[in-house]
């Protein structure tokens, strides 16, 4: 995501990111559209879509 360092904090308040990028590691979850936890690797983009860094 262009701009974003970060995606979500681990349990420890890490800053963690993107690592795989095909629906493996979970590590890119975000809040789509009021869902949350969802692989934004695995999101097809839209106009109108709401993504959300879960921090
Ligand atoms: S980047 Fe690994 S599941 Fe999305």
Do not use: N
């Given at each position: 995501?262009?701009?974003?360092?970060?995606t979500?904090?681990s349990?420890?308040?890490e800053?963690r990111?993107?690592?795989?990028?095909?629906?493996?590691?979970?590590?890119c979850?975000v809040k789509?559209?009021g869902?949350?936890?969802v692989?934004?690797?695995?999101?097809?983009c839209r106009?109108?879509l709401?993504v959300e860094?879960?921090r």
């Amino acid at each position: 995501m262009r701009g974003v360092g970060a995606t979500r904090r681990s349990v420890d308040g890490e800053p963690r990111a993107a690592l795989c990028g095909m629906g493996v590691c979970h590590e890119c979850r975000v809040k789509v559209d009021g869902r949350a936890h969802v692989l934004g690797c695995q999101t097809l983009c839209r106009d109108g879509l709401s993504v959300e860094t879960m921090r």
